[in-house]
Every structure is written in C-alpha cells, then in structure tokens.
C-alpha cells in the first residue's frame, strides 16, 4: 500500500483529552481509593495485552499456515505489536501495587495459610518479578525480529526472510504458550491464590484470540471506508468473520467447561469465580 496514513490533528487532540482524562481520574482514585486504582490499573493493562497476544498470535499463524489472503494486511497486527513497549511501561508501576493486589505478597498472611506456603517458591515477589520481565523480554524480542523479518523481505523481495518469518512464528506461539499462561496465573489468577483453575490459561487464550481479531477486522474495515486496502473485498471478509465465528465458539466453549468444572465438581462456593 503507497498510501500513507495520516492521522488529524482533531482526532490527535480528542485521543490526547481522552488520555489526560484517564490520568486525571486514576490519580484521583489512587489517592480515594488505592485498592481499586490498582485492581482497575491491572484490568485495563491486562485486556490491552491480551488484544496485543491475539494479534501478534494471529500474526504468526500467517505466516506457519503460509496464508496468502491475509498478506495485504499484515501491517496490522504488525502495529498492535508495537503497544508491547508501551504496555510494559504501563504494567512497571504494577509492580508497587502487589501489597494492594495480592495477599500473597503479605509475609504475615503466608505464615498463617498452608496453600500459599505451598505456593511460596512460585508465588514470591522477587521470583514475580523476574517471570515479568522475562515475559516481555520474550513478547517484544521475538514479535520485533518478526517486524524486522516482514520488512527485509518488502525491501529485498525471494524467500529468504519469509522462510525466516515462519521459523520464529513458531518459535514465538510455542513461547506464548508458555509464557502467556504463566503470565495469566501470575496476574490474574493468583489474585486469590486459593483458587485452581486448569482451563483458565486457555479460557484466556481463547478470549484475547477472539476478541484481536474482531479488532484486526474492525481496523481493516474503517480504513478500507477512508480510502486504504483498495484489494480488501467481501473474500477477505468472509475469512475474518469465519475466525471470529469459529473463535466465539470456542470461547463459549471454555467458558461453559469452567462451569461444567465447578458444577460436577459440586464446590458453588467457586462460582463467583465464573460470574
């Protein structure tokens, strides 16, 4: 595409409003109401990364699969790709909030409960923060060689970095799979370290998967209206919606197991878990 997206001032000063507003009214619920700041901070960063996992595994799936029809647009999920940078600055002031967040951060509420003294050599603050920097590490090492990769091969054309591309596409969903369930316990789940879920990691999987390619899709569907992605036509959208489709499916899916868990396993004590 030689077109070149530019953005204008209008929509510059409204999303620059949006952000001061946002600023303004954590700050003022930081100083309210510390706990839910925090716990609100860590809702917002977690679903901007999950969006941000969704695509990039959607990305690295094109190239395996050697898909054609989703080459026009690459680019796109490419771009989500680069709010991992941004959402590690977002996620860093997190790291004081643990006192707030998890009570297994609380040496005192160890020492009384036998379940987080067996997840202590896990649930630790040093070893914590170790695992989050090695996620991001992971995330933004692996996802900007892929942009590297996609961008040699636009320059120099052959197979080359194609061949490249698909190699360490697989490197990074093995790697995701690892490292985003690792990170979806760490940050969400151990919010109550008494509670044990073997399908959450999936469930949000399955979530961030469904939910980056409506967004991919919506992306590509208002920049066609202004002009961009001239080739995109109701081919190309059929196989969007065919993955969003097949991924509600699969969301409802685990979303229903979760309960399936809980109600056969007769524990209802769990299902505020599932609302």
């Known amino acids: 595409m030689d077109k070149e997206l530019t953005i204008s001032s209008k929509f510059k000063n409204a999303a620059y409003a949006l952000i001061g507003i946002g600023i303004i009214a954590f700050i003022y619920g930081f100083i309210k109401y510390p706990e839910r ?9 977690y679903y901007f990364l999950a969006l941000t996992i969704g695509a990039t595994f959607f990305m690295a799936l094109q190239y395996i699969t050697q898909s054609g029809w989703s080459s026009g647009f ?53 070893f914590f923060i170790i695992r989050f920097f090695i996620y991001f590490a992971v995330w933004i090492g692996l996802t ?3 942009r ?9 054309g052959g197979l080359k970095y194609f061949e490249k591309s698909e190699f360490y596409s697989k490197v990074y969903i093995f790697s995701l799979a690892l490292t985003f369930s690792l990170a979806t316990f760490d940050w969400v ?14 469930r949000n999987f399955a979530m961030s998967f469904y939910h980056a390619v409506v967004l991919i899709t919506i992306i590509i569907i208002l920049l066609n209206k202004l002009g961009y992605f001239p080739f995109f036509n109701k081919y190309h959208l059929q196989d969007l919606t065919k993955y969003i489709f097949i991924l509600s499916i699969i ?5 229903f197991s979760q309960y399936i868990l809980i109600w056969y396993a007769n524990i209802p004590e769990e299902t505020v878990y599932y609302v």
């Open 148 to 156: 590297k990769f996609s961008h040699n091969e636009d320059l120099e």
């Open 74 to 126: 690459v680019r796109i999920p490419q771009a989500i790709a680069n709010f991992f940078p941004v959402l590690l600055l977002l996620m860093i002031p997190l790291l004081f909030g643990l006192h707030h967040l998890y009570h297994w951060s609380h040496a005192e509420e160890v020492a009384q409960d036998a379940i987080l003294q067996h997840k202590a050599p896990y649930l630790n603050v040093p």
């Open 251 to 255: 969301w409802a899916y685990t979303w």
């Open 144 to 146: 900007q060689l892929l």
């Open 189 to 202: 789940m151990s919010i109550d370290a008494h509670w044990f879920s073997t399908i959450f990691a999936i």
């Open 37 to 45: 700041a925090w716990a609100n901070l860590l809702i917002n960063n």
